[in-house]
């Protein structure tokens, strides 16, 4: 349950936030709307482990599943 964030401006990676109750698999997929990050990886079966993180309280949030079967990609467009 490693989450590491990387800072641009300095070119340095930081330990990210704990408490993320996800199970390890594999090709995750993160975007950020706000203050809020939506992470998901990929399960061993037609779906998620979706997780969403609020910066401004620090905690982890589950989401229900997305059914998808291979990689994905997120992206956010104007806040949306």
Do not use: C, E
Request: net charge positive.
């Amino acid at each position: 349950n490693d989450m590491w964030i990387y800072n641009a401006a300095t070119n340095t990676w930081a330990a990210g936030p704990s408490g993320f109750g996800g199970s390890t698999t594999f090709s995750p997929i993160a975007y950020s709307i706000g203050n809020v990050i939506y992470f998901v990886t990929l399960a061993s079966s037609p779906s998620t482990n979706s997780w969403q993180y609020d910066i401004a309280t620090r905690q982890w949030v589950p989401q229900a599943g997305i059914p998808i079967r291979s990689s994905g990609v997120g992206f956010a467009i104007g806040g949306k």
